[in-house]
């Protein structure tokens, strides 16, 4: 099912953790409203700004978000945000990725937070409107000016 013009419902809802793959997809159906406002107003805009981005978390029900560590208030428990990369994305082009979405976009977003974790680096942007852009970097969040 198409959620937007680029974004499928099973793009915003797989996990690498096939056990709760299932599981994670009926939890979604529903937060399809919230997913659908997020892929339009947030990811579309970053996909035609910056080509083909992946998903690499979307959409976490309560299982899957236990399984990965995450928080009991993410936005992603809600089909509110999502973490992207792209092969070309390391931690100094999120810089500017971060610096579009917050300064030139024109984006209504909640957060946009550029993420490291050992080697690997990410970003995670959400629905809302407080604009909050940070980074997030030995285990620790950052306000960026």
Same mark, same amino acid.
């Given at each position: $099912?198409?959620?937007?013009?680029?974004? *499928?419902?099973?793009?915003?809802? *797989?996990?690498?953790? /096939?056990?709760?793959?299932?599981?994670? &997809?009926?939890?979604?159906?529903?937060? @399809?409203?919230? $997913?659908?406002?997020?892929?339009?107003? @947030?990811?579309?805009?970053?996909?035609? #700004?910056?080509?083909?981005?992946?998903?690499?978390?979307?959409?976490?029900?309560?299982?899957?978000? =236990?399984?990965?560590?995450?928080?009991?208030?993410?936005?992603?428990? #809600?089909?509110?945000? /999502?973490?992207?990369?792209?092969?070309?994305?390391?931690?100094? *082009?999120?810089?500017?990725?971060?610096?579009?979405?917050? &300064?030139?976009?024109?984006? #209504?977003?909640?957060?946009?937070?550029?993420? &490291?974790?050992?080697?690997?680096?990410? =970003?995670? @942007?959400?629905?809302?409107? &407080?604009?909050?852009?940070?980074?997030?970097?030995?285990? #620790?969040?950052?306000?960026?000016?």
């Amino acid at each position: $099912m198409n959620l937007s013009k680029y974004f *499928t419902f099973d793009e915003l809802t *797989t996990t690498v953790h /096939a056990d709760l793959s299932q599981r994670n &997809k009926i939890e979604a159906n529903s937060f @399809i409203p919230n $997913m659908i406002a997020l892929a339009e107003s @947030i990811l579309d805009p970053l996909r035609e #700004k910056y080509g083909p981005i992946t998903v690499s978390s979307g959409f976490r029900g309560p299982s899957l978000n =236990l399984r990965v560590g995450g928080s009991g208030t993410s936005q992603h428990c #809600k089909g509110q945000a /999502a973490d992207l990369c792209r092969p070309d994305w390391n931690w100094e *082009t999120l810089d500017g990725v971060v610096n579009w979405i917050a &300064k030139e976009s024109g984006l #209504k977003f909640g957060q946009a937070i550029r993420e &490291k974790h050992g080697d690997a680096c990410w =970003l995670h @942007i959400s629905t809302g409107e &407080k604009c909050q852009a940070l980074d997030f970097l030995d285990g #620790k969040y950052t306000a960026r000016v």
